[in-house]
């Protein structure tokens, strides 16, 4: 598995941030994206489906499906954070995440409490040691 990006976008409001993360937009053809919502008032729309924003929420987007996040009151800014990762071609989580059942799963409602482990995340990823950032692709697996 590579992890091939994951922001953190706190307070989701400045007009060049609201352009950028509502647009409907879509991976390459081996890219998978989770976002994890901290708060905030808005939808995230996830190819045809549209959800309410709810905190401690994490949404699943499989190669090619269109997706956006719209804010809603901009006194309730959407905190959110995004992880962009592709599986390797011989790994068994790309079996995984390529099930039908597996995307229908979600949202799951996990509260925010992994707000932690994302930030983890984060902070391993942009490491420059590369044990930190192997450290952060197992974490994820």
Aim: charged share 25%; net charge positive.
């Amino acid at each position: 598995m590579k992890i091939r990006d994951i922001v953190f976008v706190y307070q989701l409001k400045t007009p060049e941030l609201v352009r950028w993360h509502s647009r409907r937009h879509h991976h390459g053809p081996d890219e998978f994206e989770l976002h994890y919502f901290l708060g905030g008032d808005g939808h995230f729309r996830n190819g045809p489906e549209r959800y309410v924003i709810t905190p401690g929420s994490i949404h699943f987007s499989a190669p090619g499906e269109l997706h956006a996040i719209h804010p809603g009151d901009i006194r309730r800014p959407v905190s959110y954070y995004a992880v962009l990762f592709s599986p390797d071609t011989d790994d068994q989580v790309g079996e995984v995440l390529s099930n039908q059942q597996y995307a229908a799963s979600f949202p799951h409602r996990v509260g925010t409490r992994y707000r932690v482990l994302f930030e983890d995340l984060k902070n391993r990823y942009a490491h420059t040691r590369p044990e930190k950032r192997a450290a952060a692709t197992h974490t994820l697996q």
